[in-house]
């Protein structure tokens, strides 16, 4: 049930409930429901027969893009199949005895630093109390304690919408001397310039960025990620682990001309912001329904009221072909959790009025 | 400079020699120069909206494509982002301490057996006096008395274009008791029925047939290859070793329609049996080469005058935007040897009319 972790798998609810899969609004998926870049789709479409070309193997051009758009050198990006297999690499590079993790967080990392025969992991919980605003000295103070060689932070963290600043991190890494991966699937949905680290791989060679396009870009089906490091040994590991043209020629087109599409990217970037808010002010006047603070394109919310849990919800908005995704499964959540990701304004509406529905018997 | 290996980087020559990319003609690739499928290529088209949703993490519509393809179980279908990684991962999995490979083959066999630490490489020499076809019945000899866990063939071989029957691998599958893996890159170049292995993986669980789809089907661009085993252990190491999601959705969709385009498959074969017979004919007729039988699409010649070399035809076909293959980095090749695969018909008549005016000098 792998894929379950990963949001819910519409094929399956759609067999189950007797839905065309196009028809269920996954709330569950977190990815921008505006679509891919207009430019960079006509691109690949006028250009298809490219299929029949291997791609440049340096891949040039589609580096350059990234370092303009992330503002990062071109030698200091590390191209991947989407994130999970960057994250995956890295942790094998770093090769941990001591690992510390952000919880709750996005499962595969405990899995990936499972995989690390010897490794004990660590875990920094985030308190609810704090609306899970993680403590930059507490986080510190753990890490080093726990003599951890890697810390793995998500930012802003999935499923909990929390943030450190780029002074934060800054702050960090001055007072660890561990190997530091931030993923920043989800940064382009707030305020990068005050928020990514993405700058700081320069001056720290020990921190990592690692970047999807899936979500932000609407682009999980041409599976491209890439990560960010100045680190040398780092560098050369991922030069030798990597197949030749590990990225497709169509991942190659579209990143070549999204990560330059500047109107799209400010367009998405302010329509998910207008939806974020609708939402947020939405949910919070539900009585039975405490919603944490966002920065990302998602939102957690917990039920606190005793008649019901996310199960019940779940459950009830499935017939009205909105799906939402429990959070149980997430570490230290529990079944009164539920995460939602902003939709199409005409979806957010949907769901806010079956929720007053459902709430309202 | 590992891009030489594979064929010469297009990129690199332009610049060189001022030309457009798309005004080489590159007789170093060994792809099918009709190009892909154009319902494949129309279909995506349509559909390139797709590249917002994720993959079906099963890949069920694609694997059933290639089982009536491959006249494979789809349970016995392994996906791959390409066919070198699969190449990788099976040498992974056998993890061999004495391994057999047949001499000049693709060099990235031995790159892959090189990472096993503690592996010793032992070749079985294709003989140029033998047209380079192989003897079953010393190369079971050879692998058995050198306790080989891996034998590794490609079939038809590249560079040398000679082949094996299906009844030559039964029988070597009955003779041996080590994993072979056979690359079947270029084998729908030629007639399936009597020389794919991949009917035979159902029976013999020790045999892993590894295929790419960048060759026959013009695709390198996808990154799309797969691998046949009946074997539960390779099967499992394959799963537990995979990222989710590894094939991208261009692939998915392109493999769902061109594997079941039995007119472009039919056709594509025709035409390039043409093309091989025409350069076969015209580069016989040259009294200082020496053509060796080919199953690829592509033709192995041997230089045998002593006025000249591959180097020397090379730098005097560059000028044309002709790009022939060097074959001396193939071991027991030498600079007498040069590869070429058959292109477009104006190409090819192209080719012959430069030859003819070198060799005429």
Not at 279 to 292: A, D
Request: proline share 3%; aromatic share 12%; charged share 25%.
């Amino acid at each position: 049930m792998k894929k379950n972790k990963h949001g819910a798998n519409l094929f399956e609810l759609a067999e189950k409930y007797h839905f065309n899969v196009k028809d269920i609004r996954d709330f569950s998926s977190n990815i921008n429901p505006f679509g891919a870049s207009k430019k960079a789709l006509d691109y690949v479409k006028e250009h298809l027969e490219n299929v029949s070309i291997y791609p440049d193997s340096e891949y040039i051009k589609l580096k350059q893009a990234i370092s303009s758009y992330s503002k990062a050198d071109t030698a200091h990006i590390i191209l991947g199949e989407g994130a999970t297999g960057l994250i995956s690499k890295f942790i094998q590079f770093v090769n941990p005895k001591h690992s510390m993790v952000m919880i709750p967080a996005y499962s595969e990392y405990k899995s990936e630093l499972n995989k690390i025969e010897g490794n004990t992991i660590f875990s920094y919980s985030l308190k609810k109390e704090n609306c899970f605003q993680g403590d930059t000295s507490e986080l510190i103070k753990k890490t080093n304690e726990k003599q951890a060689d890697i810390l793995i932070l998500c930012n802003p963290n999935n499923p909990t919408g929390s943030i450190f600043s780029q002074d934060d991190i800054s702050y960090l890494m001055e007072h660890t001397s561990c190997y530091v991966m931030i993923d920043e699937t989800y940064i382009e949905f707030t305020d990068k310039n005050k928020y990514s680290s993405a700058p700081l791989t320069t001056k720290y060679k020990k921190l990592f960025v690692v970047r999807g396009t899936s979500k932000f870009f609407s682009t999980p089906g041409i599976r491209l990620g890439y990560g960010l490091c100045s680190d040398e040994k780092v560098l050369d590991f991922f030069k030798s682990h990597t197949d030749l043209w590990n990225i497709n020629i169509i991942a190659t087109m579209m990143g070549e001309k999204m990560f330059t599409d500047t109107d799209y990217i400010a367009e998405t970037y302010q329509k998910i912001c207008t939806e974020r808010n609708y939402l947020i002010t939405e949910l919070s006047s539900f009585e039975q329904l405490k919603v944490y603070p966002s920065y990302g394109n998602f939102i957690l919310c917990e039920i606190i009221s005793d008649k019901f849990d996310a199960d019940y919800l779940y459950d009830k908005l499935i017939p009205d072909a909105l799906a939402i995704r429990n959070c149980a499964s997430f570490e230290t959540l529990d079944k009164k959790f539920f995460r939602i990701c902003t939709l199409l304004p005409e979806d957010n509406q949907k769901l806010i009025h079956s929720l007053k529905n459902i709430l309202a018997q």
